[in-house]
């Protein structure tokens, strides 16, 4: 029989058992995070509060929220939980100078962080008769350990791949049968014209699913994959602050994702007040952990906008769904699956000589986001040769590049030719239309 | 000696040259030689005008990125070869040419050279001795 669940037990709890056991864990991840980790200590004694008043759940809003920028200040040890010789990863942020976020993890923190990918896999329909093709990028980034330890668990032949070089995953892919595929959508996409071109029908890839996440993307992106592959998509969502991918998954009925409610709480507060709002309504997704050691976040704010949903599933599951994130609080945009704040593009512009008047750009072509920066001149930077001009915008480009880790186009434009909107320049046009 | 040269820097996008002339129209300046270097994205107008002063001070007014530079104005004859014979001059010269753009002169039978070099007093002196005419601002208020 097909297996349905990588943890029944956990996956298909009660909702009062659930509580009940997420509401032991919290006590202690309280106290270990109290006992070990100053940086929270304080804003706990900030705050007033002490583990004893922490006796579960229903006093999750007495703590303190963490946010990006405490991770900043707190770079690169100060949240840490655990001495470093019982340490034994790193994972980073796709980061860029001065917004890096640095998480750690014991072998257990690795062991349940896989869980939760596994669980992903199983839900998208894996077992150990599948060839698993793990896309993502291996390295610091999250995406590629985490499937692949995911993928070993469930016993799936791993097929490790990481990011890139087409040509030798649809070899791979093709030659070997793979039979569910792990990367960002937009890679996805991109595999599935790169085969199409080659002449492949969908029903000559092997392809049965496919699990995607790390950038956003919308449901037409998601028809257009399944339909090119001839697979069923999957949506998956973390972040590096939580361990990486498989915080949440999505089951079968693809109405959201179940978040791993036994390793991570999840709440949803109004993003001014920090109020926290019943169930259904949007605002900002909160994140506490329940298992880490070495990284434990307790109200981590992820800036995502989202909604939660305890509605029955026909899965079977019983963990509560959150549902695509909506949007940001924050102006964080990903591009091409990397975090682009506008303020990194200020920076550069101030290293370079500019003036901070700019706007970026984002679409999406061929499945892939295109990021172009146009940039106002300074007049005393004007200059009659045309070589000269694209020169600069070269060398721009490359400083852009180094403190963002991707390549913008960047279009040098005459002053004042930035369209503002009450005397702001906006900053920022996304045309990708995700939501 | 060397003559004017006013670079505006244009978007590449519908109504952004007219839009110089415009400016230029309503002053009452005259276009004696234009040309144009595009890419992609932007193009850059290179204008001698009559009125050097009052194009730049109406231009920057409506706030265009503009700038003056010097270039080497030439009068060469107007047959076939005259034009190799002045480039001869700079090339025996090792004097790289950047760019240049050429326009007849309405009355008389010859033509005029504009060409940017790196260092004009070099250029100049190697035209001249070699008997070609430099044209002035004079000149081609004159024009």
Known sequence: MEQKYYQKEIETMSVPEMKKLQSEKLVKQVKHVYENVEYYRNLMDEKGVKPEDIHGIEDLHKLPFLTKADLRDAYPYGLLAKPLDECVRIHSTSGTTGRRVVAFYTQNDVDLWEDCCARAIVAAGGSNKDVCQVAYGYGLFTGGFGLNGGSHKVGCLTLPMSSGNTERQIQFMTDLGATILCCTPSYAAYIGETLKEQGYKPENIPLKAGIFGAEPWTEEMRQNIEETLGIKAYDIYGLTESSGPGVAFECSEQTGMHINEDHFIAEIIDPDTGEVLPEGEKGELVFTSLDKEAFPLLRYRTRDICVLSRKKCSCGRTLIKMAKPMGRTDDMLIIRGVNVFPSQIETVLLNEGYQPNYQIVVDRANNTDTFDVNVEMNPEQFTDKVSEVLAMEKSLANAMKTMLGINPTVHLVAPKSIARSEGKAVRVIDKRKLI | ?143
Not at chain 2, 2 to 18: C, D, E, M, P, W
Not at chain 2, 100 to 109: P, V
Not at chain 2, 128 to 134: I, P, T, V
């Open chain 2, 1 to 143: 000696m060397a003559i004017k040269q006013l670079t505006i820097f244009v978007q590449n996008r519908q109504g952004s040259i007219v839009s110089v002339t415009n400016t230029l129209a309503e002053n009452n300046v005259n276009i004696r030689a234009l040309s144009i270097a595009e890419t992609q994205d932007f193009g850059m107008l290179r204008l001698i005008v009559n009125d050097e002063e009052t194009a730049r001070k109406k231009l920057v007014e409506e706030g265009y990125l503009i700038k003056t530079i010097d270039v080497v104005g030439v009068k060469i004859g107007d047959a076939p070869g005259k034009l190799t014979a002045a480039l001869g001059v700079l090339d025996k010269e090792g004097i790289n040419v950047e760019y240049l753009y050429a326009f007849m002169a309405r009355t008389e039978k010859h033509a005029y050279v504009v060409l940017r070099v790196e260092d004009n007093a070099v250029a100049e002196a190697a035209l001249e001795k070699a008997g070609f005419h430099l044209i002035t601002e004079a000149d081609i208020e004159k024009l």
